[in-house]
């Protein structure tokens, strides 16, 4: 059987709470809540998201060093020139040149780091309701298609304003 | 105290999303007379491309003029941005919501514009390429042993962080554009928002990210205007430049002037968007505050570097600052520059209905950035007019209309990318104003209810 989708729409973190509850006695741990603005971890019972964004700047970092490294040595090499009877490898300027681009690599990576680990760009949007980003909350839930009947109950009794699935959609469709 | 007004996330949209929705006339004329002042500056540009850089008041030895003064100055007012915003969000100061995305912004425009500055000071600003280590062809590459390398790389940097700091702090408000618009606008919000949907791990990583880009872009911002404040003090040639305390004193100035330009931003933006429920006289009141010990550290800096010049008794020091502060005009210029750019701020500072004041701190801010304007014509002019002890070497100075038409030109430059961003982008971060408002709580001590915001 394939899987479907189905989105609970509430109307305020209350009834979205009661809805996550009913879900969760239903046997649906494994859901999505949509927001359109950042709650206290934990408010509707989720888990804390786990990530590795850290490891992303140190990997930058270690990258931009060595590129700034290699490009102040290797231009100074490619045209030596002698001030002064000093060495040709002149490091306070490699160091100014690789401390920026130790940030510049940081900065990036930790950019890919935070799009990568928020899973995006997605390919679609997939099942959403723009009151969301009005102060709506929504409960995305994926499951089995036999399922999904269950998931809208639980959802309904948690006074969902609204509830939408890929099911729906596709018989819509005809 | 908080002085929020209460603004359900419905109200916020449609508040914030306004100026970028609607056009109105005021905006037509803006962009129109800006739009006019840039092409005037282009216009000068390209005048002096063509006819060489003898058009300017350049006067050996005065061969930096008003390009590198204004150069400074852009760069000093973008640092203080990002700034700003990094140390509030390490913080979590709660009167940050509004300035961040502002302050964020106004960086990204006048370190564009000040990076013009050097391109067109040289004369040939189509061999830029020479700052690259890429012409293998020619076989030569930049001498990495000079600050006019470590500049542009300096600059690439944080630039490059500030549009993508600004980018990725802007998703979850793309969102949000991206349902509430139509056409090709929601093609853009579309894409740029790349299906962000507001999942807990996504507002989870934005907060994440907020502290680990403003943990690294702090330590861009410091290093910038050093490196900045390196391009005279490394200068072998130029002996009143020689100072140990260059690099703190510019980084700090920066702050003092670029904090300045967001309040001059904000109060623009709260008359010009109606934006009094999100700017409020509370977050011009911490920002004078924040700005008070930034002047009064400014100003410690600026007394030490005159001091120590003084007391070495160098000839070339004696000359240049007998220039800057006994001779005309130096001398009535240097009168301005402290009353404008420290006096008359800090004092006003001092008192809270003035920092609360929203038209007074306008007007105080364009004060305080009159006198940093001086501060490096007065570092930049007279220090090259006396470049050594010795008389034959001295010269003067005066501008041409060319360097003053680039000039006001930059101004122009920096006030139309804001006007135009913010037909696109809010500049008011509207997920951060709704997280204001789930936080927000209400307690009661004594016999008054008090506004406090909750915090993880």
């Not at chain 1, 494994?30 to 490891?55: C, I, M, N, Q, T």
């Not at chain 2, 991206?178 to 934005?206: C, E, F, I, K």
């Not at chain 2, 920066?254 to 008359?271: D, E, K, N, P, Q």
């Not at chain 2, 920002?287 to 001091?307: A, D, P």
Request: proline share 6%; hydrophobic share 50%; glycine share 8%.
């Amino acid at each position: 059987m394939a899987n479907a989708s189905i989105l609970g729409v509430f109307k305020d973190v209350d009834s979205a709470v009661a809805g996550a509850d009913n879900l969760n006695a239903a046997g649906f741990n494994d859901f999505e809540v949509l927001s359109g603005s950042p709650y206290p971890e934990g408010a509707f019972g989720e888990k804390p998201p786990r990530h590795k964004l850290y490891v992303f700047p140190l990997i930058g970092a270690m990258c931009g060093f060595t590129v700034g490294l290699l490009l102040t040595a290797g231009t100074q090499i490619a045209y030596p020139m002698v001030t002064g009877g000093k060495p040709i490898l002149s490091l306070p300027p490699m160091a100014i040149i690789s401390y920026e681009g130790t940030m510049l690599g940081a900065v990036l990576f930790t950019i890919l780091g935070v799009i990568f680990e928020s899973r995006l760009p997605r390919p679609r949007l997939g099942l959403y309701d723009t009151r969301i980003t009005e102060g709506y909350i929504g409960l995305f839930v994926t499951a089995p298609e036999e399922q999904i009947a269950r998931a809208e109950k639980a959802l309904r009794d948690g006074r969902a304003v609204d509830v939408k699935s890929t099911l729906q959609r596709a018989r819509a469709r005809g | 105290m908080q002085e929020r007004i209460p603004v359900t996330e419905k109200e916020v949209n449609e508040d914030l999303l306004k100026p970028v929705f609607t056009t109105p006339i005021w905006w037509w004329v803006a962009v129109a007379v800006m739009a006019t002042g840039v092409a005037a500056a282009a216009g000068a540009a390209g005048f002096m491309f063509v006819n060489g850089t003898g058009v300017e008041g350049i006067n050996r030895p005065v061969m930096w003029e008003f390009l590198i003064v204004n150069f400074v100055f852009w760069v000093g007012i973008s640092h203080a941005g990002i700034m700003l915003s990094a140390i509030l969000r390490l913080t979590q100061a709660e009167w940050r919501r509004p300035a961040t995305r502002a302050a964020e912004v106004m960086t990204i425009f006048s370190l564009g514009t000040a990076a013009l500055h050097p391109m067109m000071h040289v004369g040939r600003a189509w061999r830029i390429y020479f700052e690259f280590p890429y012409d293998f062809g020619r076989g030569i590459f930049p001498n990495i042993r000079s600050p006019f390398v470590w500049d542009p790389s300096a600059i690439f940097t944080y630039l490059t962080s500030t549009v993508l700091f600004v980018y990725v702090a802007m998703l979850p408000d793309l969102a949000i554009a991206r349902d509430r618009s139509t056409g090709w606008r929601h093609t853009m919000y579309y894409v740029l928002a790349m299906n962000w949907r507001g999942t807990p791990r996504q507002w989870h990583l934005q907060t994440v990210a907020g502290i680990l880009l403003s943990s690294i872009i702090l330590p861009i911002f410091a290093s910038v205007h050093s490196i900045v404040s390196w391009d005279f003090g490394m200068a072998i040639a130029v002996e009143g430049w020689h100072s140990t305390v260059f690099a703190p004193y510019f980084v700090i100035g920066a702050v003092w002037s670029g904090v300045a330009g967001v309040i001059t931003l904000l109060a623009l933006m709260r008359w010009l968007f109606s934006a009094q429920k999100y700017i409020r006289p509370e977050h011009f009141d911490g920002l004078g505050r924040l700005l008070s010990v930034v002047g009064i550290g400014w100003f410690y800096f600026t007394m030490m570097e005159i001091c120590f010049s003084l007391y070495s008794l160098e000839p070339s020091e004696i000359a240049f600052r007998h220039l800057q502060l006994m001779e005309w005009p130096f001398n009535m210029l240097f009168v301005l520059f402290v009353t404008t750019g420290f006096f008359i701020p800090v004092a006003l500072f001092m008192k809270k209905s003035v920092r609360r004041n929203v038209a007074a701190m306008f007007w105080i801010s364009i004060f305080v950035n009159i006198g940093m304007w001086l501060e490096r014509y007065m570092i930049i002019i007279p220090g090259l007019m006396r470049k050594t002890g010795l008389p034959f070497s001295w010269g003067s100075h005066s501008p041409s209309p060319i360097e003053l038409i680039i000039v006001t030109g930059s101004f122009f430059a920096v006030a139309l990318g804001l006007l135009v961003f913010s037909k696109f982008f809010p500049l008011i971060p509207l997920s951060d104003a709704k997280e204001g408002e789930v936080l927000r709580a209400e307690i009661q001590v004594g016999k008054v209810r008090v506004p406090a915001i909750v915090r993880e």
